[in-house]
């Protein structure tokens, strides 16, 4: 859903939003970039009117990214006048850059990428703006200081996300001496970075808090539970484990269960995201907190495109809007999750 701040940028760019029933025809093609891992074909169609877009996504870690992939592949189709021009760059920064120089040399429309890590993208968003290709952030935001470089960056406020989950672990568990290990998201990333610091500030003001271990898992169920097996092995005593992504923290469960321990009960699990495999963790009891992350960024992206293209203006920071879960929540929300 767009944020209210969004809503109100368009109404005052007097911008219809939807620009859809352009025309669907022609072809497309994917970043050209064979390094990347690119697999995903760009829609049907394409041509004549429709708005090239290239995208270049992080990988396919996670449930989180394969509901936001989802997300985009069903948003920006021909149909909706799009043609999508889709790479994967299995979570590596040179074939995002590699990407992203392959949709500059063929002229797309507009650019859209999810940054695996947030530093050294300036000399290639020059490049995108030297060719007058609008660059639009999704997901993940960059530190560049020229904010020149990009149309918006629309995500969740990872920040938030960090506090909010610190902030249970604090009331919640917090009441009596806890030990926490941490399994950090992608070295360098942006929700790595915001979601350790948010936790961080959040229980820092808890004596009974003490985070004993932090490692990156990288965002990946299979390294979650290889990380956490170290982290049983070195510390007998680990209460909590917060995990930067539901997916960790499944990899988690699977290392504690090994361990003969009982997860929710010997070693409890917070995290963050609300995908499916994770929400039935929750409402089994062996996750104990979820801070939703939400994946389903297309029909912004769209909007915000369109918006664009019919010469309307878009906020530069644009916040999604995240739930928090407990077991019964989980529970009530599951029948109707999307992802
Ligand atoms: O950038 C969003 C994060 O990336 C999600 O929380 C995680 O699951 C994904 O890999």
Redesign the pocket.
Known sequence: MLSKRFRTSIVTAGVAVLALGLAACGGSDDSGDSASGDSSAAAAGGGGDAIVVGFSQ?GS?????AA?TKSIQDTLTADAGFDLKFSDAQQKQENQIQAIRSYIAQGVDYIAF?PVVESGWDAVLEEAKAANIPVILT??AVDSKDTSLYKTFI??D?VKEGERIGKYVSDTLGTEPINVVELQ??TG???ANDRKSGFADAIKDNPNVKVIASETGN?TRAEGKTVMEGFLQAYPDIDVVYA????MGLGAIEAIEAAGKVPGKDIKVVS??G?HDGMVALSEGKISYIVE?N?LLGPDLAKIITTLHDGGTVEPRIVTEDGEFNQEQAIAALPDRQY
């Not at 870690?61 to 990214?65: A, C, L």
């Not at 930067?244 to 997916?247: F, L, Q, S, T």
Request: charged residues 25%; negative net charge; proline residues 7%.
């Open positions: 992080v870690e996670s449930g989180w990214r936001n999810s997901d993940r995500g969740s990872f998201g992608t990333s942006a929700p965002f930067h992504n539901d997916d963050i995201d995908v992350c994946p």
